[in-house]
């Protein structure tokens, strides 16, 4: 046992050290802390076994800013590297699993979380619902999400990253990539895609089932709409990349011959079936966005979402199409002309129907009042930013041009467009935006205007550069280059873009605590005069039954109307409260991801025993749920007299 | 921008193409940025007296003129594409007329392995070639995916275990040209380089020559150890591996010679004996950067 640890742990790098000793103080802070406040069961009761939506999207969130965080380092730590030629701040070695790290963080473990945490705040609200259809099923995603990122994320300081890239290609990640690196990213990815797959199917779900009397599906927020079609992305891309992980996961514990070099086995079916998967995956991760956009390009306008329908018709067309083009991520791999034509052009078909998204964007703003808050300007930055993103996408996606672009700088420099300026520009945007639904109180303007022109200034310093790298023909995923290729005035560019990048998410994170301590506390629900249902609650913080009454939707942009009605009318109407049904919580999906952690870790280090007795555990956990499933989703009733208390905060004592 | 600073007939056709590709981005970027940068000055809730229509819905007629436009782009670019893709299939038109040298080029974690059948010669991590001559490359590899890319001659082709790709490069002008792998292979990736050299014709006759006389023959022994995963000095030999193995067909043999060796694959702790049991360490430039600490 003693050797296991002392062969695993990573103690020969001063940077994984440094990581470790911070991680051990950190742990022991946040230990200390909860005993010292005596918080233990305030956060077993009200936060880890919550079923609540709201809540569990705030969990998403604090996630996500966190492998932000994680994430950010790794790329801060790949730009010093390249800063200057020849450079041997990182061994190759080290700087292949930075990048590794660093690209699938940032999709499934950064830009997922945070938008599904969006979606779990704000999407239930937006239908006038109480909770999600499955509230248990809801706290079982996060809590596989988050072991799965814990699994994933224990690698670096504990027997070693992956380290073949995030698109972790065979053979390179079969034969190529001995030790545990490849077998976290495997479980770890696993394991948190139960949870995205489960989500998946809950928002399904919610969204066809649960919405408020009168709420048409032409009635929808256009967020609700991005995050239904999400959901079915979600639905019929998340299962393929379940059966592709597990075949890597036989062939590298089993000795299976799926993608193996030898035997029969086929590296180039790897890449067919992760990008059947990853292409999807970009469009599940950029629609929630588009719809994020929309609600705020639309409150800040003033204005009524420009063309409606032409936008939930191109959702549509983008999420169909989204399956057709997953092979202009290796045109390269010596397909027909024919079969490279004909993806060529599902390809830049897909601008299309963006392009209708962004002339609608710029329809709403047209004859609409502009303000300019901070979550309209992560907005209206979006659009220019996004619109190079797009563009060089169409000229990617010509495959006879893509045979020079493919594999270099000008691909790093186009995703990074689309994935920041679309997604997290979005989250941020989302973030401000929503904050206060969330916690009750703004986030600081003037500090957030600075965060964002650090951030979105230092993004294009950063990657504009790396076009133009791409011209000069800079290979992406080298860990250095020579003075003589002429790569370095760019290079240094964009590493002081990336710092400044950094400083604005530093200033985020201060913003935060910031307005913790000082910022006004909203005394509405409708903090940014909005026109959707989630600002229609009775207070800043919905309470935990969303409504004391359930609204009944009249048209699009319901809560914008039913202001105006009560504007004419003068007071609203007096309500008779009913008493609420509510789920209760639940602590087996945190005990069941918990086993799924032991059981993944097991795995990844070939301990049979541990796997096997996890996979029991889970299979414990299930039994027990199955078996006294009519006691925990009884719930419980809210009495009209609490609900009463909440409502009325005047006769609410203290 | 070697890119855009093409020295062969494959580089000319996706120059082209690409140089089409940005006019249409930028008259498009053009019109959006007008019409964001107008909208957005004349709106702004500030400036009061401007029309303010809360209640627009939409407009169908714009909405059809903005779906149709991109259509019509998308239309125009697709056209030239698939034109210059079949044209790339074909060796270039310009000297249709010379039959093109056919060159095996195999990538072999770290190296690239170039085998001219009819000439009998090999050479690592080097190829010469006469200039203003089609050349053909049949692209494969040993053991990683890779691809093959000369950046200022044309675009890449992967180099996959087991199959063969084809790809045509010419070089208009003599001069030694950057070509590497870029696709991920692992540790030694960033140094999997060569140099694309492309003499004169009289030249290249000199060079086949002196190398078919000159050069020792590759042995099956020497061929092994080039399949251990390392970078090597730039080599030359007076037969190739052709005889030895055909990895367009066979793609287990790298991983049995590995097997044979011992060696597995550099990871953390792999120790170094690979590296330190075969091939020489010449005075390649980039040799010492390869060294995990």
New interface residues.
Partial sequence: MFDFIKDNLILNDPLIIGANISIVFTVIGIVATLTYFKKWKWLWNDWITSVDHKKIGIMYIIAALIMLFRGGVDALLMRAQLTVPNNEFLSSQHYNEIFTTHGTIMILFMAMPFLLGLMNVVVPLQIGARDVAFPFLNNLSFWSFMFGAILFNMSFVFGGSPDAGWTNYAPLAIEGSPGPGINYYLLGLQISGIGTLLTGINFVVTIIKMRAPGMTLLRMPMFTWTTLITAFIIVFAFPILTVTLALMTFDRLFGTHFFTLTAGGNPMLWSNLFWLWGHPEVYIVILPAFGIFSEIIATFARKTLFGYKSMIISLVAISGLSFVVWVHHFFTMGGSAAVNSVFSISTMAIAIPTGIKIFNWLGTLYKGRIEFTVAMMWSVAFIPTFLIGGVTGVMLGMAAADFQYHNNYFLVAHFHYTLIAGVVFACFAGFVYWYPKMFGHKMNERIGKWAFWFFSIGFNVCFLPQFVLGFSGMPRRVYTYGPEDGWTALNVISSVGAFGMGVGFMIIVYNVYYSYRFAKRELSGDAWDGRTLEWATSSAIPPHYNFAHVPEVKSADAFYYMKQERKESGKPEKVEYKPIHMPSNAGTPFIMSGLFFVGGFGLVFELWWMAILALIGIFGCMAYRSLFSHKQDAGYYVSVEEIEKTENPYKREA | ????DPKGPV?A??KD??ML??YY?LG??VV??S??TV??LK???SKKD??????????TK??II??L???L??IA??IP??K???E??EAPKATAHKDPIVIHATAA?WKWIFSYPEEGIETVNYVNVPEDHPILFKVTAA???A?F?V??L?????G????V??LYLQADETGTY?G?N?????????HQKFDFVALEEEKYREWVKDAQENEPKLTEETYEKLML?DTVDKMTFSSTHLSIVDHGKN??Y??AIREKYGV?????D?DKDAESSHGKHGDM??HD??E??
């Fill in positions: 921008m070697i890119i855009l580089g056709v996706q193409l690409i590709s940005i981005m498009i970027m959006v940025l019409f964001f909208i957005l709106y702004r809730s401007s029309d303010y229509k809360p209640e627009m819905h939409g407009s714009l909405e903005w779906t436009i991109p259509v782009i998308v670019l697709s594409n698939t210059a893709l079949y790339l299939k974690d053991d990683s995916m691809s890319w950046p200022q044309g675009g890449q082709i992967y996959m275990p087991g199959m790709n084809d950057d590497r870029s696709n991920f292979t692992g540790e030694g990736m960033t995963p793609s287990e790298a991983m597995e694959a550099s990871s953390h792999a430039e980039d950067n390869n995990d600490d």
